[in-house]
């Protein structure tokens, strides 16, 4: 007896490679639930290794995960938030194609009839038997109402730029992807002599019987550009039952495929991943007939990273198991065959660490942790009845999209500014000794000084609100006043030799912020996202500052020669890179509507970049001191100097400088008050 098709017929041996960015991408810009706690990272986390090594191609794609916190329900794995920062729940992150499976190239509608017919071939070869069937192939059962309790909802969703082709992807998931996963729970439950069935949500047939729910949901133009989106929108239109787990065929090539899991191997029914909020499960195009069961099962609550042969990101390392893949690439998982012979469809190798079908002996670390076997989404025993197959697949009417590449930037929301009719009304100065200087409106709320021998100030970003504010310093350690929040240093072994945090950018909704290093290294905590870096490349130049978008979806790097990378929805406008500067550039500054950027010299010169208009420099004046910041106000910006001197444009006031008593240590940083 034969098992499913799969892509990947062989156990599953899906290798994570920590690979440098791709300098294309760099150019081009290519790119949880439980509050508190601090970002669970450090030099060794096999998490940053993949944030700062995305691979599209392999659906690699972090946009919308941060790292979760510790001590949180998604301590050691991905927090995933809104455009909005709402949190939608935590997971293990992407898991890549397999080898030779490009996901942008998605799946055309002869690759779907295929499927459909495999699925078919499967039950024919029971010759009926339902129950033959079952164990061949796998089914969807009719369970009470199909409504009833906890229920794994399937989803087709299409994003609206891409073609809606239900009419054939909905017959396949029925006759083929959905039973599959079916198969894969009961012939792993027989092994350990026992019988279990995803409960799946189904509705009357017409005939007397049932069929898979599938409803068709449509998503707008970016509902498909990264998980968190594609959830968010979910929930919206109503997707947010905790007793659902939502299994998503995404018609679309972005992943392959990702799923919500929480950190809890507590082993009683009030686990969190048995019902404490909706979770979701995404498989994109190219992965369909493989990838599904794998993601569900990570809904279901595994691999726990206590569990015996778990690796750190949610996975294991003993098999053939679907769920086991290196996924830490050099780190300390290392692959070993356990289950020789084995399906490597089958889930959890000896039953030892995520499944076991009945009642684990009493040494089994699953007999004192959570068994994903006593999930409320598993029927443990027979069917009570089983849903006939589909005998239509749609006549293939509709037409293929999937050889179309769809964008994964970001959309772009209402970009937060200064509300219209106000304009700054203080700001903040700070020096690389850690001295704070407040002016107009400005409160002074604390400082740094003083710093330990040899460490310097770099930068201070403030509150939304203006009531408190971060300073980072170049050892990567970031203070907070006011009403700023602490959500973690950079840890000193991550940084190189001579390798220097120079700057700090807040997320818009301020519970997250970015530090940016000068090999071009960027760290995100709280709910900043990861969109890229070049701390993989060699650069002509150190990177000199970094400035996140006012969409807090993306960012900028800039180098001493005026050369730009973009990454996330920072769009490229031009630099100096190519033009032979008096003096090197040292600040950059946005737009507030995100359309250009000012990029300014220290000799005052500045350079003024798509929609940013230019009001003025200080390149024809002689300064007692260089130009050392730069910032946005609404039209307008306002430059200081190593003295303290504030030079205001455009709509920016001036209210007061140091001008006149320098500081002992040079003005690094400036920074706005609304």
């Not at 150019?27 to 986390?45: K, N």
Request: charged share 15%; glycine share 14%.
């Amino acid at each position: 007896m034969s098992a499913p098709r799969r892509l990947d017929p062989s156990p599953r041996r899906r290798a994570f490679a920590t690979v440098a960015v791709a300098v294309a991408a760099i150019v081009s810009g290519a790119g949880p639930l439980i509050p508190g706690g601090t970002p669970a990272a450090s030099a060794a986390d096999p998490r940053l290794a993949k944030m700062a090594s995305p691979s599209p191609f392999r659906g690699m794609v972090y946009t919308g995960l941060s790292l979760g916190k510790r001590g949180s329900a998604c301590d050691g794995v991905f927090e995933a938030k809104s455009r909005t920062g709402a949190s939608l729940g935590c997971s293990h992150g992407p898991d890549p194609a397999p080898p030779g499976v490009d996901v942008r190239r998605g799946r055309a509608d002869h690759e779907l009839q295929a499927d459909f017919a495999a699925g078919l071939a499967g039950t024919a070869a029971a010759d009926g038997d339902a129950g033959s069937a079952s164990a061949l192939l796998g089914s969807i059962g009719c369970i009470a109402d199909g409504l009833l309790g906890a229920r794994v909802q399937a989803i087709y969703a299409v994003a609206a730029d891409r073609t809606d082709r239900s009419t054939t992807v909905v017959p396949t998931i029925r006759a083929s992807y959905a039973p599959k996963v079916d198969w894969q729970i009961n012939q792993s439950a027989a092994e350990t002599g026992g019988e279990a069935h995803v409960r799946f949500a189904t509705e009357p047939s017409g005939d007397g019987g049932c069929r898979l729910s599938v409803p068709v949901v449509h998503l707008s133009a970016s509902g498909d550009d990264s998980f968190s989106n594609t959830v968010a929108e979910l929930k919206a239109k109503g997707y947010n039952r905790p007793d659902r787990k939502y299994l998503i065929w995404a018609d679309a090539n972005v992943l392959c495929g990702v799923g919500s899991v929480y950190s809890d191997s507590r082993p009683g029914l009030n686990n969190l991943n048995n019902g404490y909020a909706p979770m979701f499960a995404r498989v994109d195009a190219a992965c369909w007939d493989y990838a599904e069961g794998h993601e569900l099962m990570h809904t279901l609550g595994s691999v726990q990273r206590s569990a015996p042969h778990a690796t750190s990101s949610g996975h294991c390392w003993d098999e053939p198991d679907d769920m086991c893949y290196d996924d830490d690439g050099n780190g300390p998982a290392t692959m070993q065959t356990r289950c020789a012979g084995r399906n490597g469809a089958l889930f959890d190798c000896n039953h030892d660490d995520y499944f076991y079908a009945g009642v684990p002996p009493v040494s089994n670390w699953l007999a004192t942790h959570w068994n994903t076997f006593n999930s409320s989404w598993i029927l443990s025993g027979p069917l009570p009845g089983v849903a006939p197959p589909p005998t239509d697949p749609g006549g293939g009417t509709s037409t293929s999209t999937t050889s179309t590449t769809t964008t994964t930037r970001p959309p772009d929301p209402d970009k937060p500014k200064p509300p219209k009719g106000r304009r700054a009304s203080g700001y903040w100065m700070l020096t690389a000794g850690g001295h704070v200087q407040p002016f107009g409106s400005a409160g002074f709320l604390g400082q740094p000084y003083p710093l330990r021998t040899g460490t310097r100030a770099v930068d201070l970003e403030p509150t939304a609100t203006g009531g408190g504010y971060w300073v980072l310093d170049d050892a990567g350690q970031v203070r907070y006043y006011g009403d700023a929040v602490p959500y973690g240093n950079v840890p000193v072994n991550l940084l190189e030799r001579d390798e220097r945090p120079i700057s700090l950018s807040a997320t818009p909704t301020g519970e997250g912020y970015w530090v940016f290093t000068t090999r071009g290294r960027v760290v995100p905590f709280g709910d900043a996202g990861f969109f890229g870096d070049v701390s993989a490349l060699s650069l002509n130049r150190p990177v000199t500052g970094s400035v996140a978008t006012p969409s807090g979806l993306g960012y900028f790097l800039f180098a001493s020669d005026g050369g730009i990378f973009t990454f996330g929805d920072a769009a490229f406008h031009g630099s100096t890179g190519a033009m032979r500067l008096n003096r090197p550039v040292v600040a950059m500054a946005a737009t507030p509507e995100g359309g250009g950027y000012w990029l300014v010299g220290s000799d005052g010169g500045l350079f003024a970049f798509g929609a940013a208009g230019f009001y003025g420099s200080m390149g024809a004046v002689d300064l007692n001191r260089p130009v050392s910041a730069v910032v946005p106000g609404g039209a307008g910006y306002l430059m200081v100097g190593e003295d303290g001197g504030a030079f205001s444009f455009g709509d920016v006031d001036f209210f007061g400088s140091m001008g006149g008593s320098p500081p002992a240590t040079p003005v690094v940083s400036v920074a706005l008050r609304y």
